[in-house]
């Protein structure tokens, strides 16, 4: 089992470029996340999903866009990104409600 | 605003002693409160997790203590060991709404041989 896969794991971005960040869960689960962390500031939720077809707002959603086309993958894009964008992204899955978190390698975005 | 606060933001502790990693929170609403640990590099995994009805929840070297009433609880690593350092977070969430993780900022341990 793979159990959450995020692609690409380093990215480069210039001020202005769009991006889409890809997550594949294999454990079919129904819930996914996308969190960001930054030194201090612990991890903080972007966007989530409780199931295919269903997106919502977490604490830090401007600037990002997700969809959840199919029950194993959670994709988060940037269409203009900014410095202030600059993060570790982590997508993370569980099976159910307040059940273990499962989450991926993480990816390093640099926006310059 | 950070639902779940979290001290110390860092800590040493010797090989062998005990290390103690503090939370609080103000929802009452929240009814499951995780321990992740990260590794440099690597996404957070579970380490142990408690649910309300109990006060304290023990998995080997790593114990959760639970105060409901002062709204609290705290991580202790006894016997801590140099492979224990790691950054720790605590984290919560509520089953009726809201389905993520509520995490404190992290503290992070160094254990020195």
């Known amino acids: 089992n793979a159990g959450v896969t995020q692609t690409p794991k380093f990215r480069v971005l210039k001020t202005g470029q769009s991006m889409t960040l890809l997550c594949a869960q294999d454990?079919?689960?129904?819930?996914m996340y996308w969190y960001r962390q930054d030194p201090g500031m612990g991890l903080r939720l972007i966007h989530y999903?409780?199931?295919?077809?269903?997106?919502a707002k977490g604490e830090v959603p401007d600037g990002y866009n997700v969809s959840r086309l199919k029950k194993q993958n959670f994709l988060l894009g940037l269409e203009s990104a900014a410095p202030s964008q600059t993060s570790v992204y982590f997508c993370?899955?569980?099976?159910?409600?307040?059940?273990?978190?499962?989450f991926g390698q993480g990816t390093r975005l640099t926006v310059v | 605003q950070q639902q779940v606060k979290q001290s110390p933001q860092s800590l040493i502790v010797q090989k062998g002693g005990i290390s103690i990693i503090n939370c609080a929170y103000e929802?009452?609403?929240?009814?499951?409160f995780p321990w992740y640990q990260q590794f440099p590099g690597k996404g957070p995994a579970l380490l142990i997790a408690?649910?309300?009805?109990?006060s304290e929840k023990k998995e080997g070297r790593f114990t959760i203590s639970f105060n409901k009433s002062a709204k609290q609880f705290s991580l202790h690593i006894m016997d801590s060991q140099p492979g224990d350092s790691a950054t720790y977070f605590c984290?919560?969430?509520?089953?009726?709404?809201?389905?993520?993780?509520?995490f404190g900022k992290g503290t992070s341990l160094l254990v020195t041989p």
């Open positions: 993370a899955s569980t099976l159910t409600v307040n059940t273990e978190a499962f």
């Open positions: 454990m079919n689960h129904e819930y």
């Open positions: 999903s409780v199931g295919e077809g269903t997106t």
């Open positions: 929802n009452t609403a929240f009814d499951y």
């Open positions: 408690i649910r309300p009805d109990v």
């Open positions: 984290a919560a969430s509520m089953t009726n709404s809201g389905y993520a993780l509520n």
